[in-house]
């Protein structure tokens, strides 16, 4: 082991990986940042791992998912890792 679970690809003063630094930060959550060419062209590395050269990017290690987009990376990180990972069940309430 010894790997951080997730690993974050992003650049600085980006309002979109700032969105996912908060969430990351409000669940508590273990990560590396790796920070990247500002030049969208240069990103080699994103594009390796996600096949797209956008940031934000994550590596989720634990679950083996890899994911750009912020409102995609948040949405996942509160589904895995937020209150609704563990209490699924407790919204639906009107069975038949």
Same mark, same amino acid.
């Given at each position: ?6 690993? *974050?690809? $992003?650049?600085? #003063? ?10 990351? +930060? ?8 790796? *920070?990247?060419? @500002?030049?969208?062209? %240069?990103?080699? /590395?994103? %594009? $390796?791992?996600?096949? %797209?050269?956008?940031? @934000?990017?994550? /590596? +989720? ?9 912020? #409102?995609?990376? /948040? ?7 937020? +209150? +609704? ?12």
């Amino acid at each position: 082991m010894g790997e951080t679970p997730i690993t *974050f690809y $992003r650049l600085q #003063a980006c309002p979109y990986c700032e969105r996912v630094t908060r969430t990351l +930060d409000e669940l508590g959550l273990e990560y590396r940042s790796r *920070f990247v060419e @500002p030049l969208h062209s %240069k990103r080699d /590395v994103v %594009k $390796r791992i996600s096949g %797209k050269r956008s940031v @934000p990017a994550i /590596v +989720d290690h634990g679950t083996g998912v890899t994911m750009s987009e912020s #409102a995609n990376i /948040v949405e996942y990180l509160e589904r895995t890792y937020g +209150d +609704d990972a563990d209490g699924s069940e407790a919204e639906t309430g009107g069975a038949a």
